[in-house]
């Protein structure tokens, strides 16, 4: 599986890689054996990549993850290959945009709104939240601007690609 990961203003494209029982983590052209264990239920793993040992704490908070390696703390976005499609099919991908269509990536009901018209938002910022498949997904905006129109209501049903807020 392939992700996308945003740490400290640096993008950086991986692949993980399952075969039996061995795992590899490549990053360009390093290919790092790796094993991941979670500690207990606890939100801390036990990590060994390329022969080297890491504890790191993994919490998720509003849509980003937040990373505890060696005492320091890291923010991460993440997106897998499926959230890439979505984002280059909607336009959401790439630095600063003039103006966005929050669409829907999926199916589902829409059972937040966090954004009112006339509200200015900031990347990464979320403006709807969408249940589908029993689990509730952030929407956020990819670019600064401001509401223009908000075109759904919490408790309404939307197909994929529906568009949902209007940023300028």
């Known amino acids: 599986m392939k992700y996308k990961v945003r740490i400290a203003e640096e993008d950086i494209e991986l692949e993980i890689r399952h075969s039996g029982d061995a795992t590899e983590v490549v990053v360009g052209d390093r290919v790092l054996p790796a094993d991941l264990v979670r ?14 040992s890491y504890e790191v704490s993994v919490h998720r908070h509003d849509g980003r993850f937040e990373l505890g390696i060696g005492g320091e703390s890291y923010g991460a976005d993440v997106m897998d290959e499926r959230a890439m499609r979505i984002a280059e099919a909607t ?78």
């Open 39 to 52: 500690i207990a239920g606890s939100p801390v793993y036990s990590l060994v990549l390329d022969s080297k």
């Open 91 to 168: 336009g959401d991908v790439g630095e600063k945009q003039s103006g966005e269509t929050v669409l829907s990536p999926m199916p589902g009901i829409v059972v937040g709104i966090a954004v009112a018209v006339g509200d200015a938002v900031a990347p990464g910022q979320g403006v709807a939240t969408l249940e589908a498949m029993k689990m509730e997904n952030e929407l956020k905006s990819a670019v600064e601007g401001v509401v223009k129109e908000i075109r759904v209501e919490v408790g309404q049903g939307v197909a994929q690609g529906e568009p949902l807020v209007v940023i300028e």
